[in-house]
């Protein structure tokens, strides 16, 4: 197995493209049914309907767009967004595989601040698991303004995952986050906090990992969290209306469903 140091997140996310597991896309790694399960619970808090255009932003392994397709929105009217012509590729393959129905460039290259979508084009905007990896308050803002913009007027927009605490600081780090980067440190920390059966899980995974060859990606600790009242500010100077936030649906280790501790999700109006 090869361990790569990736510069920064878009990096990170570029070298998992290459990954021979779909899901290794989306940041849960060995984790399919919490990455199904996030996305059918993003497809009911969107109250998804057959004509509804909509725009996953930082699509992942095109989870959502499959629960999309699943739940009878015309091919035409979905559009992915990935930030590496590496993952778009891959994506877009992945899933005309399966769906042959959909345009060859259902997912497109873009960034959450500069999407390639047209102004007020889309019903229902979703960017989930990805604000957490943007570098400061700069970008957020950014990223909120070009949401607002894509999204008609009346239009949904979720955004999920945003940490309300610095996740790389607490002593107990969520699924998922690489912040530790000493092997060690990781194994035990993952040890007090999860128990034996996470720490034989992963070790699992790292020896196919090695038999297979894979590249291990260690990603750069995540920065940015938000305090709700700040982020609900942010977002309306975007013209974005809160309408309500809870708490980011996840699995615990025997996938039973859970609420994660430190994230949430929100849902605003367009205005
Ligand atoms: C943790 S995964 C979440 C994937 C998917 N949204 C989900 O919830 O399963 C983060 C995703 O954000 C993408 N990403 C990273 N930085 C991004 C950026 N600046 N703009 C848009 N997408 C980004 C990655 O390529 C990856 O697809």
């Given at each position: 197995m090869t361990l790569y140091r990736a510069k920064d997140f878009i990096d990170a996310y570029r070298v998992r493209a290459?990954?021979?597991?779909?899901?290794?896309l989306s940041g849960r790694d060995g984790r399919p049914d919490i990455t199904s399960h996030v996305a059918s619970r993003l497809a009911d808090e969107l109250?998804?309907?057959?004509?509804d255009v909509i725009a996953d932003i930082?699509?992942?392994?095109g989870a959502l767009l499959k629960v999309a397709l699943e739940r009878g929105l015309l091919p035409g009217n979905l559009i992915g967004v990935l930030p590496t012509i590496e993952e778009v590729r891959r994506v877009n393959l992945h899933l005309l595989r399966e769906f042959p129905q959909l345009r060859e460039d259902v997912v497109v290259l873009g960034v959450s601040?500069?999407?390639?979508i047209a102004s007020d084009s889309v019903d229902k905007s979703v960017c989930n698991g990805v604000f957490l990896l943007l570098p400061d308050v700069a970008a957020v803002k950014a990223s909120l303004n070009e949401i607002a913009r894509i999204t008609r007027k009346g239009g949904m927009v979720l955004v999920g995952e945003v940490p309300d605490v610095a996740e790389a600081e607490i002593t107990n780090p969520v699924p998922g986050n690489t912040a530790h980067r000493s092997a060690i440190g990781r194994a035990l920390q993952v040890f007090s906090d999860k128990g034996t059966g996470e720490v034989v899980r992963r070790l699992k995974n790292r020896l196919v990992a090695t038999i297979e060859r894979r590249v291990h990606v260690l990603s750069p600790p995540t920065t940015y969290w938000t305090s709700p009242q700040d982020f609900i500010e942010i977002a309306d100077s975007s013209g974005l209306r809160f309408l309500r936030m809870y708490r980011s649906p996840t699995l615990t280790m025997t996938a039973e469903p859970a609420e994660n501790e430190t994230r949430w999700n929100y849902l605003f109006l367009r205005m």
């Open positions: 290459m990954s021979p597991d779909i899901n290794d109250e998804l309907c057959q004509k930082g699509c992942g392994d601040d500069a999407t390639s």
